[in-house]
């Protein structure tokens, strides 16, 4: 998407309830999103002021707010719903590129995650 400039979220550590195994459905672990925001950052630019801008911050809590409260037991549907809240949050997004991680996920590897990139339909 062409003009689109990119906001970075990078490495959110949320402790959240994922997986499969009894005691994942139980015990929070550590989750990790990664995201990058395709906005156009022009209007925003221009004015200096934050109505013009994707706000990031509300953004990050929805993020947050969904992790906590949701229980989801596969990384593919987390990384899904994550997707649809950014849309939900901020219209002025455009495209988003996200990464979830479950670290410690498999015994010798640091993590194992998923991306996606979606686009407003």
Do not use: C, W
Request: charged share 30%.
């Amino acid at each position: 998407m062409p003009g689109l400039g990119r906001i970075h979220i990078e490495d959110l550590s949320v402790m959240g309830i994922i997986g499969i195994k009894p005691d994942e459905r139980v015990v929070r672990q550590e989750i990790l999103v990664n995201a990058t925001l395709h906005v156009d950052t022009r209007p925003a630019a221009a004015s200096d002021n934050i109505a013009d801008a994707a706000n990031y911050r509300t953004i990050t809590k929805a993020l947050i707010n969904h992790i906590e409260s949701g229980e989801p037991r596969l990384v593919e549907r987390l990384v899904e719903e994550l997707a649809e809240v950014v849309f939900a949050t901020d219209a002025k997004v455009q495209k988003v590129e996200i990464r979830v991680d479950k670290p410690g996920a498999l015994r010798h590897a640091r993590s194992v995650g998923i991306s996606i990139t979606r686009s407003r339909v």
